[in-house]
């Protein structure tokens, strides 16, 4: 079963509108989240990530929020631009297998002119 | 060179052939890592090497062995392959292997035809 959720495979969204992109995880001790973005032909990029002693953390124009009690994470995107169409996978640490990383199955976005 | 890389990006293989993947970085890292992405599956963590020694070995067929030569250089050896095991496979470096709040970093990916 899998510990990270994307349940949305994409999510299309208009140039300079908001994105949000979302992520559930089944395990209350996962501490760690991180987000990457991969283009077509590349491998992902980290893109921002958080920790559970936080609640938000924010780097220009994207921002991830932690609800903790109710385990789901998301990527806030304002305002989108075209550049921005990528998958957009969200990752957590494995704290039983130290620095491993758990991903989901990626969000593919894309952002309409 | 900067960053990860990996060679070659495309592989087409049958099922009889031996091949290998060539992974290596350019960050000064401690440790790297092999990961399986298939179609409309996460990334599946195949392999950790930390100071060239394996630290982690996900049930991986013997079919696929690694190989970590010095801390700059990774492989994946490929031997009577599957289709089924046509893939995007994806190399990755972090400074710290058991740090909590480490990143990693990715290559490009080989993409991997079985026939």
């Known amino acids: 079963d899998q510990q990270v959720k994307q349940n949305s495979p994409s999510l299309s969204v208009q140039e300079g509108r908001i994105s949000i992109l979302n992520c559930d995880y089944?395990?209350?001790?996962?501490?760690?989240?991180?987000?990457?973005?991969?283009?077509?032909?590349?491998?992902?990029?980290?893109?921002?990530?958080?920790?559970?002693?936080k609640d938000k953390n924010e780097d220009g124009r994207f921002t991830v929020f932690l609800n903790k009690s109710a385990k789901h994470l998301s990527l806030h995107i304002v305002p989108s631009q075209p550049g921005d169409s990528a998958v957009y996978f969200c990752a957590t640490k494995d704290g039983?297998?130290?620095g491993n990383l758990i991903f989901g199955k990626g969000t593919k976005l894309s952002v309409k002119p | 060179e900067t960053g990860v890389t990996q060679t070659p990006r495309h592989l087409v293989m049958g099922m009889t052939n031996k091949k290998s993947l060539k992974c290596e970085q350019h960050l000064g890292h401690n440790a790297m890592y092999w990961y399986k992405q298939s179609a409309k599956k996460p990334l599946e963590l195949m392999f950790v090497y930390s100071l060239e020694e394996r630290v982690e070995n996900n049930s991986v067929p013997s079919r696929f062995s690694p190989e970590c030569p010095n801390s700059s250089h990774l492989f994946l050896h490929l031997?009577?392959?599957?289709?089924?095991?046509?893939?995007?496979?994806?190399?990755?470096?972090?400074?710290?292997?058991?740090?909590?709040?480490?990143?990693?970093?990715?290559?490009?990916?080989?993409?991997?035809?079985?026939?």
Request: with cysteine; proline share 6%; aromatic share 16%.
């Open chain 1, 26 to 53: 089944t395990n209350s001790m996962f501490d760690y989240f991180l987000w990457y973005k991969k283009y077509p032909a590349e491998g992902p990029t980290f893109l921002i990530s958080i920790s559970s002693i």
């Open chain 1, 96 to 98: 039983g297998s130290q």
């Open chain 2, 79 to 115: 031997h009577t392959l599957q289709p089924e095991d046509s893939a995007l496979y994806l190399c990755a470096s972090s400074q710290d292997w058991r740090g909590e709040r480490e990143t990693q970093y990715f290559g490009p990916g080989t993409r991997l035809l079985v026939l």
